[in-house]
């Protein structure tokens, strides 16, 4: 018996609304709405190959000095609660200007807590970045933007190519080789941290912690 014909792959495009929050107005906001045009386009660099786009539907600035300097992950999901735009389709990207680091430098409210432990409304959907990751930022190893594809990344469901270490399914996807922990500078394109698995660590994936500039 024949096998059917595999279907396309259907292409799929995400609306994306990128909030700016800051303590006051004072945002330079026609600089800022030209970096997130360069932050889409980063996005959509990074997703073209699995047929995955993003269109920009709005830039917004947010006057809110609490959130601005938002703290730890009850203040990240309370903050998008508030301003959110969109369904649960949409993307909604925060740059709050002074991010505790305590929060490192991205971060999303994750899938378990919306879906498996319910403990994050479904309208505290979205993600942050830190604004020093921004395509242009002064920061020295993560300043082209690719935090936020990371980031989206785990949005769409993606996990660490370290998750799972050695052992078991790693990130459930067939193609990467396993990968035993974080590595960050990854000078050597034959890492191997987990010799007895097939494949050299994945040290240009976006899903790991590698430099930006080896991505």
Known sequence: MARAPK???????IDLYMHFV?????????????????QRDVLNAAFRDSDISFT?????????????????????????????????KTLNLFVPKFPSKSLGIGGCISIDDLFMRQTSPLS??????????????VSKHYNEGKTAVHEV?????????????CD???????DTP?????????DDEYQDTCPA???????????????EFRK
């Open 7 to 13: 279907k396309p792959r259907q292409p799929i495009n």
């Open 22 to 38: 800051g303590p006051d107005d004072k945002s330079p906001e026609d600089q800022l709405r030209r970096i997130a045009g360069k």
């Open 56 to 88: 920009m539907k709005d830039v917004l600035f947010r006057k809110d000095a609490f959130y601005a300097s938002i703290q730890d992950s009850g203040e990240l999901s309370s903050m998008i609660q508030k301003y959110r735009r969109g369904d649960a």
């Open 124 to 137: 505290a959907d979205g993600c942050f970045v830190d604004p020093t990751t921004l395509p242009g930022s």
């Open 153 to 165: 990344g785990h949005w769409l469901g993606l996990l660490h190519t370290f998750d799972g270490g």
């Open 168 to 174: 078991g399914d790693g990130d459930h996807i067939s």
């Open 178 to 186: 396993a990968q035993a922990y974080a590595t960050f500078k990854c």
């Open 197 to 211: 698995k097939d494949g050299f660590d994945p040290i240009h994936n976006y899903m790991g912690y590698s430099y």
